[in-house]
């Protein structure tokens, strides 16, 4: 797809993995080979790692592509693996959770044992509010501990849940709502956001109208509320339906029984960021998911459950909160940080604060955050004792390898190996990833796809491209986490991922193979720019940007041009220190520079026509730079669909610069 004579992929900078890390890892090379060498046994040893019911029959029913069945006629709960074995193998004194709330001196430490007896509680109480196997129930919460109580609740009940995100409208809680036709809905008063309470209730009040005037027959039956801000809910209370969580789940026994369910029985449906567009509900189900996602858990973030203490920033609404906050990790039984707040409240520090407290040795986020950091400084975490962090992890999006860097020295020590995960809510689990006891790190590289995932960077033939070329990330074989359909929508299900090409499953991502075979991820297919000619990725000019001292972060985008078919229009944030009032003084100096610079790092080719500063770029509430928006800024269109939007005036304060910028060549 590429065919610039870009620097990314010709990254010479290597981190080895330390040798006491590598000597100890939980996962050596040796693993790639008896993986290649039986897939299925190799996926059926990651099974073993979980406590199973009745034992499957076959590992793989791959006979209807593209539906799959793992660990077929296999009975097992995922609840039960992820509290009660560590409880019965006598770790229940063990924290599972340390959870920081947001105002400070808000904590909790939860052991495996308390989380057991809570879980146990929650779904005696959502089996006396009417929830049966295989009911859907929608999760609408902060970070708080009870969210995680109630997917388990679920799980262990056979109740699919939907978790969203809590920063979203009451119009996107419904729309899901209605499309998995859910039940219930657990929720929270409020939360606390930037040190007010924000309020939680009256979005689902509304939501619950919505449904009832848009779900046809569809009704949500009960709403539980958990207490968490004491917020006045005036007469937003409905005694038929509303109760609160003090009420029934604290009554409730903390004895209960678990069935053990088939494992393909469906664990939940989570909606996908909305980068590209509107969300899909990604079907997850049990037995596959939980062993792929706890075996990565494992093996790329070598979790020694005795002494490692791991901190997944990720919010519980995304599938990364689901994999490698909630199931991976308490599968493995590690003990974790969970924090319910934003980066930057009270101050700054606040994450670097957190890990000095817990002593985090592994800690993982996205470039989104790291990029934010670079912004604001490297005294913030300089001022923390970060001593205990042994290994970094990246998901989200490209890391650039000037974050990269950043991320390594500053929060790693310079000797923290990173391992930057490239998967999606489709996946479940991570799918390429540096091994950090094995592999030798280079930064903006995802590296290869992990012992028994296989991918590959085709062509529009569906021909592999071989190294040093560009292409489309396709995965050719079935994993455990797999998403097994679209909720509601097989036909959906095929269109979207497997007919562009027979037998292979399409990412939606363009990729590169380096001269050394390890994967560089490009960004979206459908953002792929053609300036006369020659296809350039938005990563490539994005990274090279970046790259710049005076660079935070970068959005490109191709807008139409007369001249080239398409322009590089580039969208940047400058770092704190080179910006006195925000970035909206006089920048004609900078972007003068850093046109410069991309010419120098990729070519000519790839010289921005236009580069706009900015204060803020749009993201989506995960974190990903919607591009789709910038695009249409670029071309002085409508601004499209921005419901998933983190910050809707951000796009507002772009516009602005756009109509009083005119830099155009
Ligand atoms: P939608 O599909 O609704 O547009 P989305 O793709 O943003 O939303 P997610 O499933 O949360 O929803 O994100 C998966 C995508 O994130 C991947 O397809 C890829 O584009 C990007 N991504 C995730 N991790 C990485 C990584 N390590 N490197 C590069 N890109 C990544
Ligand atoms: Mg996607």
Not at 35 to 50: H, K, P, T, V
Not at 262 to 276: A, C, F, Q, W
Not at 307 to 312: E, G, I, K, L
Not at 626 to 640: F, I, N, T
Request: aromatic share 8%; hydrophobic share 40%; charged share 25%.
């Amino acid at each position: 797809m590429s065919e610039t004579l870009s620097n990314l992929a010709r990254e010479e900078r290597r981190f080895e993995p330390p040798a006491d890390l590598a000597a100890n890892a939980n996962v050596k090379e040796e693993a790639y080979e008896r993986a290649a060498s039986d897939n299925e046994a190799f996926w059926a040893e990651a099974a073993e790692r979980l406590d199973w019911g009745q034992k499957w029959d076959q590992v793989l029913d791959w006979s209807n592509p593209p539906f799959a069945k793992w660990f077929v006629g296999g009975t097992i709960n995922a609840a039960v693996n992820c509290v009660d074995r560590h409880v019965e193998a006598g770790r229940g004194d063990k924290v599972a959770l340390h959870w920081v709330g947001e105002p400070a001196d808000d904590a909790r430490d939860i052991t495996y044992s308390d989380l057991k007896d809570e879980v146990c509680r929650a779904a005696n109480a959502l089996t006396d509010l009417g929830v049966r196997k295989g009911d859907r129930v929608a999760i609408y919460m902060p970070m708080i501990p009870e969210v995680v109580v109630a997917m388990l609740a679920c799980a262990r009940l056979g109740a699919p849940h939907t978790v969203v995100f809590g920063g979203f409208s009451a119009d996107a809680l419904a729309s899901r709502v209605i499309d998995c036709e859910a039940k219930v809905i657990v929720t929270a008063d409020g939360g606390y956001r930037r040190g007010a309470p924000s309020a939680l209730k009256p979005a689902v009040d509304e939501a619950v109208s919505k449904v009832a005037a848009d779900g046809g027959d569809h009704v949500v039956e009960k709403v539980l509320v958990v207490r968490r801000t004491g917020q006045d809910l005036g007469d937003g209370w409905d005694a038929d339906r509303d109760v609160w969580w003090h009420d029934v789940v604290d009554a409730a026994s903390s004895e209960h029984e678990p069935e053990m369910h088939d494992s393909e029985h469906p664990l939940y449906v989570m909606y996908t960021s909305g980068t590209t567009g509107k969300p899909k509900g990604i079907l997850h189900t049990t037995g596959g998911y939980l062993t792929g996602t706890s075996y990565t858990h494992w093996a790329v973030f070598d979790l020694k459950p005795g002494t490692d203490v791991f901190w997944c920033t990720a919010d519980v609404g995304w599938v990364t909160g689901h994999s490698y906050m909630v199931y991976g990790p308490l599968a493995n039984g590690a003990t974790q940080v969970m924090y319910e707040g934003t980066p930057d409240s009270p101050h700054k520090g606040r994450w670097w604060e957190i890990i000095a407290k817990y002593g985090v040795t592994i800690f993982y986020t996205a470039p989104t955050a790291i990029r934010t950091f670079m912004k604001w400084g490297d005294n913030f975490p300089a001022d923390h004792d970060l001593s205990s962090i042994r290994l970094l992890g990246s998901v989200g999006e490209s890391i650039n390898p000037e974050a990269y860097v950043w991320y390594r020295k500053h929060i790693g020590a310079e000797k923290a190996p990173i391992v930057d995960t490239w998967w999606q809510t489709e996946t479940g689990q991570m799918m390429i990833s540096p091994l950090p006891g094995v592999t030798a790190g280079k930064p903006g590289s995802a590296m290869k796809a992990l012992p028994g995932i296989s991918v590959d960077v085709v062509n529009d033939e569906a021909q592999p491209v071989g190294n040093g070329n560009g292409g489309y990330l396709v995965i050719r074989q079935p994993w455990p986490a797999m998403l097994r359909t679209l909720w509601g929508d097989d036909q959906r299900f095929i269109d979207t991922y497997w007919s562009r090409w027979e037998g292979l499953y399409f990412a939606g991502d363009g990729a590169k193979l380096d001269d050394d075979g390890d994967i560089w991820l490009l960004g979206r297919v459908d953002d792929v720019m053609n300036v006369s000619g020659h296809r350039l990725s938005t990563t490539e000019i994005e990274s090279a940007l970046v790259s710049h001292p005076k660079v935070a972060e970068a959005a490109v985008v191709g807008a139409a041009d007369e001249m080239t078919g398409q322009a590089v229009c580039a969208f940047v944030i400058l770092r704190d220190e080179f910006t006195q009032d925000g970035g909206t003084g006089s920048t004609e100096g900078i972007v003068e520079e850093l046109r410069k610079h991309v010419q120098k790092e990729i070519g000519a080719i790839a010289k921005p026509r236009q580069i706009m500063i900015v204060p803020e770029l749009p993201k989506t509430r995960s974190g990903k730079i919607m591009r789709r928006l910038l695009k249409d800024v670029a071309e002085h269109r409508e601004v499209g669909d921005v419901t998933t939007l983190a910050d809707s005036t951000v796009m507002d304060m772009i516009k602005t610069k756009e109509d009083s910028s005119a830099t155009e060549e």
